[in-house]
């Protein structure tokens, strides 16, 4: 039987998780509340952990745990500590970037996997293969690797070294992640997982001899955002990148919303089973890049994939997202005799909206809402207060943990 490629989604906190299954993902990364490098999410308790390996258990899905910092001297005591305080936790790997944590890892929790992180560099085949002696299951490829070296590195490795590599989000301007521009800039350490992302900001340029005055780095009144790359999206070419040898597909984003979660999941879920079905018929679904198109994003790029990214891989005008949808609400749960909708909501919406439910099961669901009713059963007319349990009339099955979602004016 044909061993699929493992779809990794990233779980910003227990709802994005349970989110990221709901539509899909074979397995979930997420960071813990120490030795994350994404501070800016919620992350996960050890109470969160244990009842995400409780999850996973009745699924038949895996949870990863990034603790992929580059520490220093004051980390490491801390580190064995906390790696003894979630032993108790099943859980299916440890994703780590720095060889003494690696050590200590080992050490502590020898029946779970480890991975080495992108943060490790690794873009070579003797790099992967010298980690695997050391008892690494997996590598977290360098995201400046093309197609074709992935193939090589995977033709040099052994067959128990699973290879995992980055397919779609947003892209860091710095080789694999190692950035010192946040640290030294606003004192924040991107390393430690507290990056302030500097290089999305605008910048202009400044002559030694005429201070204070700020010229254009290209050629634009606005400035230029000189290091703001375009977000990567590998959903038309998911059978080159199976096809070259991957094991794992990750997608970034542990401090996005739920809908990306959700929406990202559904669309390479369906291009990776489309693929199995038949490998040599297999063709790109216009809908799936329509699909990605509808979540928060920047203009897309392969990357590196192809070849190295030049000066149209960069977006020079704007750091904003290109956001045309808005999560509106969440699908709680649907009543066939009152054809009532439970949803919790997440921002505004109004009677006489035109929405879509995205459904973990099928096509998404087109509706205008004709009537909504507020907690006590009361008719609304606007949906304004976040959070608020609204009861909506929809003509048809909606499945809990559908995403609704609203089009922008």
């Known amino acids: ?35 994350s490098l994404r501070t800016a999410a919620d992350n996960f308790s050890i109470a969160d952990m244990e009842r995400a390996a409780e999850l996973v258990g009745e699924l038949g899905k895996k949870i990863y745990l990034a603790a992929n910092i580059i520490p220093h001297n004051s980390d490491i005591a801390e580190f064995r500590r906390y790696i003894k305080e979630i ?26 996997e480890l991975h ?15 980690w695997h002696k050391l008892g690494a299951s997996r590598v977290i490829l360098a995201r400046e690797l093309s197609l074709d070296e992935i193939a090589e590195i995977r033709e040099n490795v052994p067959e128990t070294l699973e290879l995992e590599a980055f397919v779609h989000g947003a892209m860091c301007i710095s080789y694999s992640g190692r950035c010192l521009l946040s640290n030294y800039m606003t004192n924040r350490d991107g390393n430690s997982g507290n990056c302030a992302q500097p290089c999305r900001w605008n910048y202009h340029l400044m002559e030694e001899k005429r201070p204070g005055e700020y010229l254009p780095v290209y050629e634009n009144e606005r400035g230029t955002y000189i290091f703001n790359s375009k977000d990567l999206c590998m959903i038309e ?11 794992s597909f990750k997608i970034e984003g542990r401090v996005k919303n739920e809908y990306y979660v959700a929406a990202v999941a559904s669309a390479y879920r369906d ?20 699909e990605l198109r509808k979540v928060s994003h920047r203009d897309y790029t392969t990357g590196f994939y192809f070849n190295r990214p030049g000066s149209t891989e960069q977006h020079y005008h704007s750091s904003s997202y290109i956001r045309e949808y808005d999560l509106a609400a969440v699908a709680q749960s649907y009543d066939s005799e009152s054809g009532l909708l439970t949803v919790l909501q997440k921002n505004r919406f109004f009677k ?3 929405v879509e439910f995205l459904r973990p099961f099928g096509k998404f669901h087109i509706q205008t809402i004709e009537e909504m009713f507020d907690e006590n059963g009361e008719s609304i007319e606007v949906a304004n207060k976040p959070q608020s ?11 809990a943990d559908s995403i609704m979602r609203k089009q922008k004016n």
């Open 1 to 35: 039987m044909v061993k699929k490629v493992e779809l990794l989604l990233p779980a910003g906190d227990f709802s994005k998780l349970k989110t990221a299954f709901k539509y899909g993902a074979d397995a979930v990364y997420f960071g813990g509340a120490e030795f």
């Open 87 to 112: 032993r108790h936790i099943p859980l299916s790997g440890i994703i780590v970037s720095d060889l003494g944590m690696f050590d200590i890892a080992r050490e502590e929790l020898p029946d779970v």
């Open 116 to 130: 080495v992180s992108t943060q490790a560099n690794i873009c070579n085949y003797q790099s992967a293969k010298m």
């Open 237 to 247: 070419h998911v059978d080159k990148l199976i096809e070259c040898g991957l094991s």
């Open 271 to 290: 291009a990776i089973d489309t693929y199995y079905k038949d490998p040599q018929g297999f063709k790109t679904n216009p809908d799936w890049l329509a």
């Open 352 to 354: 006489g909206d035109t």
């Open 389 to 399: 349990v609204i009861k909506i009339k929809v003509d048809g099955v909606i499945e």
